[in-house]
């Protein structure tokens, strides 16, 4: 059974970092396209990141480049994103999710078939 369980959200304040994690079961990440989005309340879930199960395509929203960085541990079959650099519009729910598609990633989630029940990030002012 494929199973994604997100861990690592909290409580941060302007300027912090968090590291989330994706721990995958039932299936091997570097065979799955797989990201990471959030969603914010009373907003609409967006992509924020994701890599292709080769790892050659990474994408990211422009709101999070040079702050956040997806990455991927196969050895744990394990699902990253460094955060830094937080700030109070990044408060969400953040969820990661998987497509059996290994050539390449979308940030649209209706590419994602695979979801986690996601994690809460919440930025301080």
């Known amino acids: 059974q494929l199973q994604l369980v997100e861990s690592g959200g909290g409580l941060v304040q302007l300027g912090g970092s968090l590291r989330l994690s994706c721990a995958a079961s039932?299936?091997?990440?570097?065979?799955?396209?797989i990201g990471w989005f959030r969603q914010a309340p009373g907003k609409e879930r967006e992509g924020v990141s994701c890599?292709?199960?080769?790892?050659?395509?990474?994408k990211y929203i422009e709101s999070v480049k040079g702050r956040f960085t997806i990455s991927r541990d196969n050895a744990k079959n394990t699902l990253y994103l460094q955060m830094n650099n937080l700030k109070p519009e990044d408060t969400a729910v953040y969820y990661c999710?998987?497509?059996?598609?290994?050539?390449?990633?979308?940030?649209?989630?209706?590419?994602?078939?695979?979801w986690g029940q996601g994690t809460q990030v919440t930025v301080s002012s």
């Open positions: 999710a998987a497509e059996n598609r290994r050539g390449n990633c979308k940030l649209p989630d209706n590419y994602y078939n695979y």
């Open positions: 890599i292709s199960g080769s790892g050659f395509i990474i």
């Open positions: 039932g299936f091997t990440l570097d065979n799955y396209s």
